[in-house]
């Protein structure tokens, strides 16, 4: 079966670093883009953020561009998510998601329904 599972989260202070990775299992992987979310304390599920996201190229969002950065190793089936000068607003629980290529040409998606397997969360918390 399909699986996701991610690592590398914990407890860093204002500033420091950060790299989690994403180990993916049972899908083809080089044909799915691959997401990082993230689900702040307090938010629901509904209220997921999407951080980076990456197919041949890669997307960020605003509020982790300069500091984040997303890459994958297709031979080794596992996204990365290096996160640096992190801050107390990024103490959250980061999701590794797939979402399917369906075309040649394709946007990278930003909303977490066009993700359709999903890892079970890894926490992360930045004290200040």
């Known amino acids: 079966q399909v699986q996701l599972v991610e690592s590398g989260g914990g407890l860093v202070q204002t500033g420091g670093s950060l790299r989690l990775s994403c180990k993916v299992s049972?899908?083809?992987?080089?044909?799915?883009?691959m997401g990082w979310f993230r689900q702040a304390p307090g938010k629901e599920h509904e209220e997921r953020e999407i951080?980076?996201?990456?197919?041949?190229?890669?997307f960020y969002g605003d509020s982790v561009k300069g500091r984040f950065t997303i890459s994958r190793d297709n031979a080794k089936n596992t996204v990365y998510l290096q996160m640096n000068n992190l801050r107390p607003e990024d103490t959250a629980v980061y999701f590794c998601?797939?979402?399917?290529?369906?075309?040649?040409?394709?946007?990278?998606?930003?909303?977490?329904?066009?993700?359709?397997?999903w890892g079970q969360g890894t926490q992360v918390t930045v004290s200040s």
């Open positions: 998601a797939a979402s399917p290529v369906r075309s040649i040409i394709y946007t990278i998606p930003t909303s977490e329904d066009k993700y359709n397997a």
């Open positions: 951080v980076a996201a990456i197919g041949k190229t890669p």
């Open positions: 049972g899908l083809i992987f080089p044909s799915y883009i």
